[in-house]
């Protein structure tokens, strides 16, 4: 398991890069500045819950940390999606952050889960 929370940790930071230069592109390319500040705010905050639930007290502060984290994932994906439909972000572009935020609220579901199921055991 510290595996997979040290790739949540690493692919969690890297994907809110992206998103910061994802934000970047938005306000000073297409002009847009409502929907990249969605984008900046529940993108990056994937990460920095993970950073926390790595530092939790407990099992259950750290399955409720995740928890947020899997949830701004989703968020982030409707935001991600609603770009791509609306052609502020160009359909390659939009595609490798889809996929990018699809793996991650994958693994932080299989990780509330699977801390869910140890926690009941």
């Keep these: 398991m510290n595996e997979i929370k040290h790739i ?15 934000a970047r592109h ?3 390319e297409k002009k ?9 705010r529940s993108g990056t905050s994937i990460g920095a819950n993970i950073e926390e639930a ?3 007290e407990s099992r259950k502060d750290f399955k409720s940390k995740m928890s947020v984290a899997s949830k701004e994932a989703r968020e982030t994906l409707y935001w991600l999606r609603l770009l791509k439909e609306t052609k502020y972000l ?26 869910t199921l140890a926690s009941k055991a």
């Design 54 to 56: 790595r530092a939790g």
């Design 8 to 22: 949540s940790k690493r692919k969690g930071f890297e994907f809110a890069v992206r998103v910061v230069n994802l």
């Design 26 to 28: 938005l306000q000073r």
């Design 32 to 40: 847009e500045f409502v929907l990249s500040k969605q984008v900046l």
């Design 90 to 115: 160009e359909q390659h572009m939009a595609d490798s952050l889809i996929r990018d935020c699809e793996e991650l609220v994958s693994l932080l579901t299989s990780i509330v889960k699977t801390t």
